[in-house]
C-alpha cells in the first residue's frame, strides 16, 4: 500500500513538473502578443496627439491674423482721420503715464511719517523735522514743512497762522496733483469726435458715389459706410481705454487728498503740544 502511494506521489510530481515549463512557454509566448498591442497603442497614441511643433504655426498665424486684420481695418478707415484718432490715443496715454508716475511716487506711509514728526516736534527738534520734510516726496512732506517753518519762526508760529498755511498749502498741492488731468479729458472727449467726424465724412463720400453711379446700390454705399463704422469704432475704443486710466488717476489724487487732510489734522495737534505755538 505504501508503495502504491509512492508510485502515485512520483507520478503526480513528474506530471507537475512537466506542466509547470509549459505553461511557462505559454506565458513567454503570450507576453510578446501583449508587448506587440502595447506598442501597437502607443503608436496610435502617438500618431494621434499632435506635436509641439505643429501648434506653434498655428497660434503664431492667428496672431499675425489678428494683427493683419486690424492695420486693414485701419487702412480702411482712411489714413487722415485714423491718423488723428491714433495721435490722441498715444498723447492721451502719454499724459495718463506721467500723471500715474507723478501720483505713484508722491505715495508714503502718512501715519508713519506723522508720528516720526510728531517725536520730533515733542523733542524739540524742529529743524530736524523741517530736514525730515525736505528729504521726504510727496504732497504731505510739502504740507508739514510749511508748518514746520512757521512753528520754527516768531512771528508766524500762532496756531491761526499754521493752520491758515496748512490749507493754502494743501491747495497749492491739490492743484499739483490734478495737472495735467484737464488734457487726458480733452482727449477723452475729443477721439470720438473725430470718430464721428470720419462717420460724416465717410456718409457725404457715399452720398458723393451714389451720385456718380445714379444709383442706390448696397455696392456704392458700403464703401462710404465702412470708412464711417471703422472710424467711429476706433475713436469709442481710444475714449474707452482713456477712460480707465483716467478714473484710476481720480482715485490716486483722492487718496492723495485724503491722506494731506489726515495730516493736516496731525498737524494741528502737534503744533498745539509744542511749547513754540503761541496758544
Do not use: H
Amino acid at each position: 500500500m505504501k508503495k502504491f502511494f509512492a508510485i502515485v506521489a512520483m507520478v503526480a510530481a513528474c506530471s507537475f513538473g512537466a506542466t509547470s515549463p509549459l505553461m511557462a512557454q505559454d506565458e513567454e509566448a503570450a507576453a510578446p502578443e501583449t508587448t506587440a498591442v502595447a506598442d501597437s497603442t502607443a503608436v496610435d497614441t502617438t500618431a494621434a496627439e499632435p506635436a509641439p511643433e505643429e501648434i506653434a504655426p498655428v497660434v503664431e498665424e492667428e496672431n499675425e491674423g489678428v494683427f493683419k486684420s486690424l492695420k486693414t481695418k485701419y487702412i480702411e478707415g482712411g489714413a487722415g482721420f485714423m491718423s488723428l484718432v491714433a495721435i490722441a490715443l498715444v498723447l492721451g496715454l502719454a499724459f495718463c503715464i506721467e500723471r500715474i508716475v507723478y501720483l505713484s511716487l508722491a505715495q508714503i506711509n502718512t501715519r508713519k511719517f506723522t508720528e516720526e514728526l510728531a517725536q520730533l516736534v515733542a523733542a524739540g527738534k524742529i529743524s530736524e523735522a523741517i530736514d525730515k520734510c525736505k528729504n521726504t516726496r510727496g504732497p504731505v512732506a510739502q504740507v508739514s514743512g510749511k508748518a514746520m517753518e512757521c512753528l520754527a519762526s516768531n512771528d508766524r508760529n500762532d496756531i491761526g497762522t499754521i493752520e491758515r498755511t496748512i490749507n493754502m498749502e494743501a491747495e497749492v498741492q491739490g492743484t499739483y496733483l490734478e495737472e495735467n488731468c484737464s488734457w487726458i479729458t480733452l482727449f477723452i472727449a475729443m477721439a470720438p469726435s473725430l470718430g464721428f467726424l470720419g462717420t460724416v465724412i465717410g456718409m457725404v463720400m457715399a452720398f458723393d458715389d451714389i451720385q456718380r453711379a445714379g444709383d442706390i446700390s448696397p455696392t456704392v454705399v458700403a464703401g462710404g459706410m465702412k470708412v464711417a463704422l471703422i472710424t467711429t469704432i476706433f475713436g469709442i475704443i481710444v475714449a474707452l481705454v482713456l477712460q480707465v486710466f483716467y478714473n484710476y488717476i481720480l482715485s490716486k489724487v483722492e487718496s492723495l487728498t485724503s491722506n494731506m487732510e489726515e495730516a493736516a489734522q496731525e498737524l494741528l495737534i502737534m503744533c498745539v503740544k509744542s511749547d513754540k505755538c503761541k496758544k
